[in-house]
């Protein structure tokens, strides 16, 4: 998976996404992501919480369709720290159902879990769905976006009291969440099936913006 670098103009930095939530409650901007300010900190909280969140649905920037994870010595497979999601992968015909799960005998480290069989240990590889949670640097512009004005809304609604210098309403969140499918269904490649612009006639998760 590609890496977008943070220090180019043309995209929102984390310091930008940060200050751009601070300036919804009138707070004074900062220059470092880990100014030592209560605002600030507040705010790279919650543009964390929401970049989380949103990666969790699963896009194509942050998902391997299909994965091939492979037992150790021990016949256990232990997964990155980064994992979100892990789910059988469509069109592979597995005989088990797996789950990521903490591993009480391994210092508590999250391990690939057989739910069928109810155990840590596998005989062979295994090819799943997996998402992953990357850090800012690793999002692109479209999802940088969407992060931003999604965790600014959600940021000024939690500052009760304060004044809103600069405000973001949920159509400004629908329109960027609707660039961010289009983003998804230009780069994924999506057939039929599987195209934005078919599900999201079922999806019910998030209003979606015509006429855009």
């Known amino acids: 998976m590609p ?15 940060v200050n751009t939530l601070l300036a919804t409650i009138g707070s004074q ?6 100014a030592p300010s209560i605002d600030a900190s507040m705010a790279k909280q919650t543009l964390k919480e929401i970049s989380l969140a949103t990666q ?14 492979s037992p150790d010595a021990k016949g256990e497979i232990g997964l990155p720290s980064n994992v979100l999601m892990i789910d059988n992968a ?9 789950s990521p799960r903490t591993n009480p005998s391994a210092y508590n480290r999250t391990y690939l879990y057989d739910m069928t069989n109810n155990t840590f240990l596998f005989s062979r590889s295994i090819t799943t769905k997996t998402v992953y949670a990357f850090d800012w640097k690793g999002l692109p512009q479209a999802a940088r976006h ?3 004005v999604r965790a600014a809304r959600v940021f000024q609604d939690r500052s009760v009291g ?15 969440l609707a660039a961010l499918r289009r983003y998804e269904s230009e780069v994924g490649d999506h057939s039929i099936f599987d ?14 913006v015509t006429g855009l």
């Open 90 to 98: 469509y069109g592979i015909a597995e005989d088990r159902k797996v």
């Open 162 to 176: 304060s004044e809103r210098h600069h405000s973001f309403t949920l159509r400004d969140e629908q329109y960027a």
């Open 56 to 69: 969790a649905e699963g896009w194509y920037f942050n998902t391997d369709q299909k994965r091939v994870w």
């Open 29 to 34: 901007p900062v220059n470092s992501v880990d």
């Open 195 to 208: 195209d934005y612009s078919v599900y999201r006639v079922i999806d019910r998760a998030y209003p979606y």
């Open 146 to 148: 969407y992060i931003t």
């Open 3 to 17: 890496i977008h670098e943070g220090s180019s103009p043309w995209q929102t930095s984390e310091l930008d996404a």
